[in-house]
């Protein structure tokens, strides 16, 4: 296990500067009491508060970079997405760590700099990753799509959803990122029919009823969005449709990929 170098580090400290290193494995610890496993409970029931403050607890005693993830996640899992990216930024430069697992620490970092909007960022962590198959991974292939949809890279974008999609094409999470790529891109028709082959799916067919005012079919988008929102949530979201239409790609992408 990898411990930090100074143990009485302040868990408010600024994680992008601290100095970390590697170290023999941390004895064995009963896993039932001990508060990084309650941290991981707490985090399995969702309690995100109680999680945050076992992992910070844990890491004033026993600081092993597992914690330092447990906290990460835990802010990932509260929308804190530069808190998250400042644990993992500094967890990747590890003393004695191998390529492939500081690439996967970069990897989240990227993920998070994504979920800001940042693609500058965001690219600059994915082009440091070494590791192609962890770019080849399911979360690698997302965190470059979103990234290079965020970036404009309309050809680049589409084309790695498609990749993910062939390989999994069962996977509905994938085929909306694709059908909402091709909104950003002015491309509504085409998000209408994989949108279509989603029936059953409500983000899915909520989003349908988002491509069909861009497609200029105001009044089917009415009636889809009256069924599943009520006419008050209806009329809300074909106002946000509406207001779509005049945006330049990146910024529909801001929105229609729920970034900040």
């Not at 143990?7 to 896993?31: G, R």
């Amino acid at each position: 296990m990898y411990r930090i170098l100074y143990k009485n580090l302040p868990i408010n400290l600024v994680f992008s500067v601290l100095i970390l290193s590697s170290c023999a494995q941390s004895p064995a610890f009963d896993k039932d009491v001990s508060l990084e496993s309650l941290g991981d409970k707490a985090y399995e029931r969702q309690d995100y508060e109680t999680a945050e403050t076992y992992f910070k607890q844990a890491l004033q005693s026993d600081p092993t970079i597992s914690a330092y993830e447990g906290l990460a996640q835990t802010y990932e899992a509260q929308n804190s997405w530069n808190k998250a990216i400042e644990i993992w930024a500094a967890i990747s430069k590890v003393d004695g760590l191998t390529i492939e697992q500081s690439d996967h620490f970069k990897l989240k970092a990227a993920k998070n700099y994504a979920r800001l909007g940042n693609s500058l960022d965001a690219r600059n962590y994915l082009n440091k990753i070494k590791t192609n198959s962890l770019l080849e991974t399911r979360e690698g292939r997302l965190v470059d799509g979103l990234t290079s949809v965020l970036e404009g890279q309309e050809t680049k974008a589409i084309n790695i959803f498609q990749k993910i999609l062939m390989q999994t094409p069962s996977d509905h999470s994938i085929k909306i990122n694709l059908a909402l790529t091709y909104l950003v891109f002015n491309k509504p028709d085409i998000a209408i029919t994989l949108f279509s082959e989603m029936p059953n799916n409500q983000v899915a067919k909520l989003n349908k009823s988002i491509a069909l005012v861009l497609n200029g079919q105001d009044e089917e988008a009415l009636k889809i969005a009256t069924a599943l929102q009520g006419e008050n949530g209806a009329n809300k979201t074909i106002r946000y449709a509406q207001d779509l239409k005049d945006m330049p790609p990146k910024s529909r992408a801001r929105h229609l990929f729920g970034v900040k």
